[in-house]
T-cell receptor
Framework: DTGVSQDPRHKITKRGQNVTFRCDPISEHNRLYWYRQTLGQGPEFLTYFQNEAQLEKSRLLSDRFSAERPKGSFSTLEIQRTEQGDSAMYLC??????????????FGPGTRLTVT | QQQVKQSPQSLIVQKGGIPIINCAYENTAFDYFPWYQQFPGKGPALLIA?????SEKKEGRFTISFNKSAKQFSLHIMDSQPGDSATYFCAASIEGGSEKLVFGKGTKLTVNP
């Protein structure tokens, strides 16, 4: 069991550049979530996939953000025209529907984004 | 509007003490309440979770107490150790649908030797 993995772990970019993050969920998990965590705060929900379908997006997810999960496996989160306010830890979590009657979410190590 | 309120913001105890972290929620539709532990630079790790059909759940040194009428739940750490020093988050979700987690703001726990 390799757990949830995320790549890269750290990303420094200049304002206005585009960035893309990748998440590989636990292999048998059909649900995948993206959260954002700023310093001193709890994670905030961004979006979620069940298999390859993106079923919910938060109002936090502006038009500059897009997420995909082709073939229901790994997922990517792209931020276009980054702003300094995008600096945060981007966390991915996966879960398996119906396991012990509840969907337990397991998080990856996160990608720390710094926009300069 | 903060749906899950967590307190205290920080907590310092001596080794062997029993830190208690409290959370209160507003949305009565919440029916799953996990606690996560996070070390610096790491992702949150699921610690223990409870559903509202029970008032208490124990796993090892960790206990959740749940008060449905008061819409409150708390985490107790028995015989705390310096290795328990971390930030703890309570969360809540609604089964069915996305089951997205709504987190509290976290409690930074320090256990002194």
């Amino acid at each position: 069991d390799t757990g949830v993995s995320q790549d890269p772990r750290h990303k420094i970019t200049k304002r206005g550049q585009n960035v893309t993050f990748r998440c590989d969920p636990i292999s048998e998990h059909n649900r995948l979530y993206w959260y954002r965590q700023t310093l001193g705060q709890g994670p905030e929900f961004l979006t979620y996939f069940q298999n390859e379908a993106q079923l919910e997006k938060s109002r936090l997810l502006s038009d500059r953000f897009s997420a995909e999960r082709p073939k229901g496996s790994f997922s990517t989160l792209e931020i276009q025209r980054t702003e300094q306010g995008d600096s945060a830890m981007y966390l991915c979590a996966s879960s398996s529907l119906g396991y012990r009657g509840v969907s337990e979410q397991y998080f990856g190590p996160g990608t720390r984004l710094t926009v300069t | 509007q903060q749906q899950v309120k967590q307190s205290p913001q920080s907590l310092i105890v001596q080794k062997g003490g029993i830190p208690i972290i409290n959370c209160a929620y507003e949305n009565t539709a919440f029916d799953y309440f996990p606690w996560y532990q996070q070390f610096p630079g790491k992702g949150p790790a699921l610690l223990i979770a409870i559903r509202p059909d029970v008032s208490e759940k124990k796993e090892g040194r960790f206990t959740i107490s749940f008060n449905k009428s008061a819409k409150q739940f708390s985490l107790h750490i028995m015989d705390s150790q310096p290795g328990d020093s971390a930030t703890y988050f309570c969360a809540a979700s609604i089964e069915g649908g996305s089951e997205k987690l709504v987190f509290g703001k976290g409690t930074k726990l320090t256990v002194n030797p």
